[in-house]
């Protein structure tokens, strides 16, 4: 007897764990579109881990992994804006505000609200951001689109092309996350 309540008790430890989904091949594009250009750069390989439990999401970017149509707007974002050989990462790490109406457990889609601090170009900063979350089966999708002020992280727009590149960029976050075993 005691045998079966030491495994009913393993058992339950077990499923009462948090469950975390893990993708190394998010994607995030962001686009500057200004009525002289629209500037599209896109990455395909961001990582994010989610943990169901504590709502927790946290996401790792590397800037050189942005790919764009021309090979020059690709050089000038990593070498003057970005910097990324001295800044190679973007991240996020923040928790899910509202985990309580997201059943993980159940196939569907929820609205996320999520709080935490964004890193860019080295400059961090709280931020809120809404989304979406879709269940299906052992997969969890996140999507999100948010506007980011280039000025917010110290991102500066040489003169002379101030009037190709917007202000604020438009962030795109599609990432399909599977759940770790």
């Given amino acids: 007897m005691n045998k079966l309540f030491l495994l009913a008790l393993i058992t339950f430890s077990l499923s009462a764990q948090s469950q975390k989904y893990l993708t190394k091949t998010g994607k995030v594009v962001f686009t500057s579109k200004t009525p002289l250009e629209t500037i599209e750069g896109t990455n395909k390989s961001v990582a994010s881990l989610l ?5 927790g999401v946290d996401f790792i970017i590397q800037i050189k992994s942005f790919v764009f149509d021309r090979q020059l707007l690709q050089e ?3 070498e003057n804006y970005m910097e990324s050989d001295k800044i190679p990462k973007a991240t996020f790490k923040g928790t899910i505000t509202n985990l309580g109406e997201i059943n993980f457990a159940k196939d569907g889609e929820y609205k996320a609200d999520v709080s935490g ?3 860019i170009h080295g400059i961090t900063k709280d931020v809120k951001h809404s989304g979406k979350i879709s269940v299906k089966g052992s997969t969890v999708a996140l999507n999100s689109n948010f506007s980011i002020l280039l000025a917010d992280y110290g991102i500066i727009i040489p003169g002379a092309v101030k009037d ?3 202000k604020d960029v438009k962030v795109t976050v599609q990432c399909l996350l599977e759940k770790m075993k």
């Avoid at 943990?51 to 709502?55: A, H, L, N, Q, R």
């Fill in 117 to 119: 601090k964004m890193t």
């Fill in 51 to 55: 943990d169901s439990k504590s709502g």
């Fill in 76 to 78: 000038h974002f990593n």
């Fill in 164 to 166: 190709k590149i917007s």
